[in-house]
């Protein structure tokens, strides 16, 4: 399929050639061809003007909590609510093989049957922050199909996972009851950029969930303080991050969930948060790329290929100090 037939399927049309274009299209984005990159970002451009009308849910959290299937439950309800719900989840990649099992899809597996839903497992490929290269493609990709709940599930690796919360209009953080101690639950990095959090599981221990909602809304008090700015609790007009608990096994707090991500949509909508969040991440977005592509084309360039070998057995036998090397390959480049 050529591109233009891509862009075609992906915008118009009928279920099976959508699902078929969507998978190419996003096959096309994560391909490091150059022939290829041209092709996508043709395909890119032509979805563009498609896009936008989505809201984008991020939901991240320590493996194990139950991220899977609170997903699962959240795309039936919203779907029973009308909505039509894409999910690009992101599996880590073995740092020995490289591989990656792509599990997230099988672990949905209500979810992943029902035709108003489409869910894309992706390697995460050695990229750090919880997602995938060319998550942020893939999501203009089921934008343009007409998905209007992208949710992206990371990877699930701990305090660094603050990726997609530059990708999405909201960041969920997904905790455990007794996940730690009261420190754990004041940890800069991905608490304070969490826009609600959700003790999942809390039918197991009702008491303890109800201590680590407490003790989680504190901390947040605290961020809010001395952290993130938008996160300030004297303005009305703005959305303070909330915690509440819910069991996804059981379908239960879905709705509640459901209700306060429609009230941080409103608010933000109203004060022009969310698409000055947008405008910001797309920036960040296009440096990103800038940033990829330097080093590629370092990587690339003859005279660095060239002394690159000899820098690095340099380097590893103690003869040249790494800083030194660098310096030298970059005027190299230069």
């Known amino acids: 399929?050529?591109?233009?037939?891509?862009?075609?399927?992906?915008?118009?049309?009928?279920?099976?050639?959508?699902?078929?274009?969507?998978?190419?299209?996003?096959?096309?984005?994560e391909s490091t061809?150059?022939?290829?990159?041209?092709?996508?970002?043709?395909?890119?451009?032509?979805?563009?003007?498609?896009?936008?009308?989505?809201?984008?849910?991020?939901?991240?959290?320590v493996p194990g909590v139950g991220k899977s299937t609170f997903i699962e439950a959240l795309g039936l309800y919203l779907i029973g609510q009308g909505h039509r719900v894409a999910v690009l989840a992101v599996d880590p990649s073995s740092s020995v093989s490289g591989g990656s099992i792509l599990g997230d899809k099988t672990r949905m597996e209500h979810l992943s049957v029902h035709e108003k839903a489409y869910?894309?497992?992706?390697?995460?490929?050695?990229?750090?922050g919880g997602v995938a290269e060319k998550t942020r493609e893939a999501m203009l990709v089921c934008e343009a199909a007409?998905?209007?709940?992208?949710?992206?599930?990371?990877?699930?690796?701990?305090?660094s996972e603050t990726a997609v919360h530059g990708m999405t209009d909201m960041f969920c953080l997904l905790q455990l009851p007794n996940a730690g101690d009261d420190l754990q639950?004041?940890?800069?990095?991905?608490?304070?950029?969490?826009?609600?959090?959700v003790i999942n599981k809390a039918d197991i221990d009702p008491d303890a969930a109800t201590r680590a909602r407490a003790q989680i809304t504190s901390s947040l008090r605290l961020l809010g303080l001395h952290g993130n700015p938008e996160h300030v609790h004297h303005d009305q007009k703005?959305?303070?991050?909330?915690?509440i608990q819910i069991s996804a096994l059981h379908g239960q707090g879905v709705d509640t969930f459901w209700a306060a991500v429609s009230e941080f949509r409103r608010?933000?909508?109203?004060?022009?948060?969310?698409?000055?969040?947008?405008?910001?991440?797309?920036?960040?977005?296009?440096?990103?790329?800038?940033?990829?592509?330097?080093?590629q084309r370092f990587r690339?360039?003859?005279?660095?290929?060239?002394?690159?070998?000899?820098?690095?057995?340099?380097?590893?036998?103690?003869?040249?100090?790494?800083?030194?090397?660098?310096?030298?390959?970059?005027?190299?480049?230069?």
């Open 146 to 159: 007409g998905y209007d709940v992208v949710i992206v599930e990371t990877v699930g690796v701990g305090q």
């Open 33 to 61: 061809r150059p022939d290829h990159r041209q092709q996508a970002d043709a395909l890119l451009t032509g979805l563009l003007p498609h896009t936008g009308g989505s809201f984008r849910l991020g939901i991240s959290g």
């Open 238 to 243: 703005v959305w303070h991050p909330q915690v």
């Open 300 to 334: 690339e360039h003859p005279r660095v290929r060239e002394a690159l070998d000899l820098f690095t057995r340099q380097v590893q036998a103690g003869e040249l100090a790494a800083s030194t090397a660098a310096r030298q390959l970059l005027e190299r480049f230069d």
């Open 1 to 29: 399929m050529t591109p233009e037939q891509i862009q075609a399927g992906v915008v118009s049309g009928g279920a099976a050639v959508q699902r078929r274009a969507m998978a190419k299209a996003i096959t096309l984005l």
């Open 185 to 197: 639950a004041i940890k800069k990095g991905v608490m304070e950029l969490a826009d609600l959090v």
């Open 119 to 128: 869910i894309r497992p992706s390697p995460s490929s050695g990229t750090l």
């Open 267 to 295: 608010l933000q909508t109203a004060n022009g948060r969310l698409a000055a969040r947008r405008q910001q991440q797309a920036t960040a977005w296009m440096w990103e790329r800038i940033d990829a592509g330097l080093k």
